[in-house]
C-alpha cells in the first residue's frame, strides 16, 4: 500500500454551500439513477431502450428530501446527466435547500468499457445537463459501479480536466465489478498517473481482522442490520477524540430505486435478481432511523472540515495503462 501524509495542494479550495450542518462530518450520498440503469442489468437493458421504461426515482428523491428537512440535514445528490430533464423540478428544488448537486456521468457506463476520451464526452454531456437545465457547476463526482480502480487509474487524470474538485469513486474493498483493497478508508488524496492529485471521498468499511468489511450503503446497508450499521457509524465518529485521531468522517449511498420495493422485476439471474431487490422492504426504516439518531451534511461541506483536522494521506493509484480504445 503506497500511503503517505503529505500537505493538501494550496491552490484547491472547495466552495461550500450557503447552509450547512455546523461541525458534521457525516455524509450522505444519493446516486440518482433508475432501477433500469444498474449495472446488473446491463445484459438485458440496453441504454438505447432506456426510454421505454417507467421512471420511477423522483417519488423517492421527494420522499429522502422531506426526511432530510425534518432531521436538519444536507446531503450530496451524484445525478446521472440522462436523468436531469426529466428531474429537473425536484433537482432544483433540492440545491435551493441547500443539498448538493453532484455528477454522476450521464450513461452510467463502467469506466472498463470506456477509454479517456469516451469519458470526456460522458462528463461533458453530463456537466451541460447539470448547468444548463439545474444552474449549478458540479463540484464532485462519482463514477458508476464504483469503477475507479488500479485498472481505470487513468480516468483520475480526465476528471480533474474536466474541472471536478473531488472524487467519490474509489471503494476501499475486495469486489468483482470494482474496489481498491488497498485504498485509505477515509478521505485522501489520490495521485493520478500523470503525479497531480485529487480529494477522495471512500464510503464507510469496517475493519474485521485482516478484512475490509463494506457497510457504507447500497446493497451492504440493506444486508447489514441497522442497529449494527448505527454501531459502526458511532464508532467511527469515535476515532476523532483517541489518541490516534483520524478524519472519522462518514460517506454512507442510497439510490431511488432502493426505496421502491415494488419496482418491476427485470430478467435477470437469481444472483443478480438477489443482490439488487435483497431487503428493499427495509430501507427506508433504516435510513430513517440514521437520520433520527445522526446529522449528515454535504460532500463538499464534510471533506472542508477535515482538510482543517489535518493532513491527510496521499495515495498512489497505480495505473495498469491507458487503453486506446474500450474493451470488448
Keep these: 500500500m503506497h500511503v503517505a501524509t503529505l500537505p493538501a495542494p494550496a491552490a484547491l479550495t472547495l466552495r461550500l454551500p450557503e447552509t450547512t ?4 462530518l457525516n ?5 440518482v439513477e433508475e432501477y433500469f440503469q444498474c449495472e446488473v442489468f446491463r445484459r438485458c437493458v440496453s441504454p438505447a431502450d432506456w426510454t421505454t421504461y417507467e421512471r420511477r426515482a423522483r417519488p423517492a428523491l421527494e420522499q429522502i428530501a422531506g426526511w432530510l428537512a425534518d432531521s436538519r440535514s444536507h446531503a450530496t445528490f451524484f445525478v446521472l446527466g ?8 425536484v433537482l432544483r428544488d433540492l440545491a435551493r435547500a441547500g443539498h448538493e448537486i453532484a455528477c454522476h456521468g450521464d450513461g452510467h457506463e463502467h469506466l472498463a468499457r470506456l477509454n479517456p476520451q469516451q469519458l470526456r464526452e460522458d462528463l461533458r454531456r453530463a456537466r451541460g445537463q447539470l448547468e444548463d437545465l439545474i444552474g449549478v ?5 462519482r463514477a458508476p459501479t464504483f469503477s475507479v480502480t488500479h485498472a481505470t487509474a487513468w480516468a483520475l487524470d480526465v476528471i480533474l480536466d474536466a474541472g471536478f474538485e473531488y472524487d467519490a ?31 477522495e471521498f471512500p464510503p464507510l468499511t469496517l475493519a474485521w481482522g485482516p478484512l475490509r468489511v463494506p457497510v457504507g450503503g447500497g446493497g451492504y446497508l440493506r444486508l447489514w442490520p441497522g442497529g449494527w450499521l448505527r454501531r459502526c457509524i458511532r464508532a467511527r ?10 478524519t472519522a468522517a462518514v460517506m454512507i449511498y442510497v439510490h431511488p430505486w432502493e426505496f421502491d420495493p415494488d419496482q418491476p422485476r427485470l430478467p435477470v439471474g437469481r444472483l443478480a435478481q438477489w443482490r439488487h431487490r435483497v431487503n428493499l422492504h427495509t430501507t427506508t426504516d433504516k435510513l430513517r432511523r440514521l437520520l433520527a439518531e445522526f446529522r449528515f451534511d454535504t460532500a463538499a461541506a464534510v471533506l472542508q472540515r477535515v482538510r482543517v483536522l489535518g493532513d ?12 486506446d480504445s474500450p474493451p470488448c
Excluded: K, M
Excluded at 491527510?312 to 487503453?323: K, R
Design 237 to 246: 465518529q469515535r476515532r476523532l477524540g483517541g489518541p490516534t485521531p483520524g
Design 27 to 31: 455524509c450522505l450520498s444519493v446516486d
Design 82 to 89: 440522462w436523468n436531469v430533464p426529466h428531474l429537473a423540478p
Design 137 to 141: 457547476r458540479p463540484r464532485g463526482y
Design 312 to 323: 491527510l494521506p496521499t495515495f498512489e493509484l497505480a495505473a495498469d495503462g491507458v487503453p
Design 21 to 24: 450542518v455546523a461541525g458534521c
Design 169 to 199: 469513486s474509489i471503494f476501499p474493498i475486495r469486489h468483482d465489478r470494482y474496489g481498491v483493497p488497498d485504498a485509505p478508508v477515509e478521505p485522501f488524496w489520490a495521485v493520478t498517473p500523470s503525479g497531480r492529485r485529487l480529494l
